[in-house]
């Protein structure tokens, strides 16, 4: 199906563990965004990505670790989770260039909901 | 930095009234771009609008309205008729753009007004 899928939905993990959440776009958009969502932060940028091989730091990058080797995917690695990285996850794309009724809306995924034991 | 705050954390109205969303942003940009996002129950985000810094037209959109102001630096939210449906989060954001006028897109959020409407 066309859009933006993120995978799992819900992830239950220990301290210490390495996890991985998925993100997938079938538009070939150009950019790529994790936000990570917790109360009374709204939502906060972890890194974002220009284009494959592309990637740069948002405003709490430290314990992520970020990948684009294909456009569609840009995978989130939490190295060692830590409980403080109990959050909802949200990936992000948008297309590059300027004009057009979608310039500069970012189209968001649905989500995952990661719990860190 | 950038910054927007979203002074209300809750807010609750009856069914039928109007409710305001307040937003307040600070950037050093001349160029920028200004969203509303809903967040339902169900968790997703929704799109509802976008505003460049150079279109300080108010915006109406069925009972939605919008009112976007450079000189207090604020970008206002307004449901008319409220309905239980309209019970959700809704988040302002705020975008960078460069000297060219286009942005890498990246959202600087406020923390979020948590909306309830009561039938």
Not at chain 1, 16 to 37: A, E
Not at chain 2, 102 to 107: A, V, W
Request: with cysteine; hydrophobic share 30%.
């Amino acid at each position: 199906d066309a859009g933006i899928t993120q995978s799992p939905r819900y992830k239950i993990t220990e301290t210490g563990r390495q996890v991985t959440l998925m993100c997938h776009q079938t538009w070939s958009h150009s950019y790529m965004f994790w936000y990570r969502q917790d109360l009374g932060h709204g939502l906060r940028l972890i890194y974002y990505s220009a284009a494959a091989d592309i990637t740069d730091k948002g405003e709490v990058p430290d314990g992520y670790v970020v990948s684009r080797s294909k456009t569609e995917n840009f995978p989130l690695t939490l190295e060692s989770a830590t409980r403080s990285q109990t959050s909802v996850y949200f990936c992000a794309s948008r297309p590059a260039g300027g004009g057009g009724s979608s310039y500069n809306e970012q189209f968001f995924g649905p989500g995952t909901r990661l719990t860190v034991l | 930095a950038q910054k927007v705050t979203q002074a209300q954390t809750e807010i609750s109205v009856v069914e039928k009234e109007d409710v305001t969303l307040d937003c307040v942003y600070e950037t050093r940009d001349t160029t920028y771009y200004l969203f509303w996002y809903k967040q339902p129950p169900s968790g997703e985000l929704v799109f509802l609008i976008r505003r460049n810094s150079f279109d300080e037209q108010n915006e109406i959109s069925g009972r939605y309205s919008w009112n976007f102001q450079k000189s207090t630096s604020s970008f206002n939210f307004t449901i008319t008729a409220s309905q239980v449906v309209d019970s959700a989060v809704y988040f302002c954001a705020l975008s960078e753009a460069n000297a060219g006028g286009t942005s890498y897109g990246k959202l600087t959020f406020g923390q979020g007004t948590i909306l309830t409407v009561h039938p």
